[in-house]
């Protein structure tokens, strides 16, 4: 009896220190992925100026191993870059612009930045300038992390 509340000790220890440990359910919590309802959220989220790495999805099987990873990506990633998922079946608008036709994809739209260049037509109408990044990286949190680091994406408020 002693050895199993040992080792239950010793399991939720590693859960709760490993950053990358996949063998077990992690508790994340409360999920943090934002669902897309509309356009004018996005560009609300955009307005924030976070980075938000988008999911544009349909249903199938690689899309369940992504809505996992989305999950902990976004808890880990919390609350420096935001993590959203479009469900392209419902929202075929949007996602035709991305003019892509193999799903799911994601990419990474960063740094919002205003811009308001030449002539104002209308002081209600901000412009911004946003960098998108098509991510053909290891779909993990740690892929996530390696894509931040190597597109210069800051994961905090500190100067690193």
Known sequence: ME????????MLNLRATCRYYTGFPKDLGPSRVI????????????????????????????????DKVLEESAAEFYPHIKFMRVECPKYPGFCITRQKNEYPFVEI?????QAN???????????????????????????FGEFFKRHGIRLSDRNE
């Open 3 to 10: 050895e199993s509340s040992l080792l239950n000790k010793i």
């Open 109 to 113: 739209f960063h740094s919002p930045e």
């Open 35 to 66: 669902h897309f309802t509309s356009e004018r959220e996005f560009v609300q989220l955009l307005h924030q100026g976070h980075p938000v790495v988008v999911a544009f999805t349909i249903k199938c099987n690689l899309t369940k191993h992504l």
């Open 117 to 143: 260049q030449g002539k104002v037509v209308d002081p209600n109408i901000t412009k911004y300038s946003v960098q998108v990044l098509p991510f053909n990286y290891d779909l993990s949190a740690y892929g």
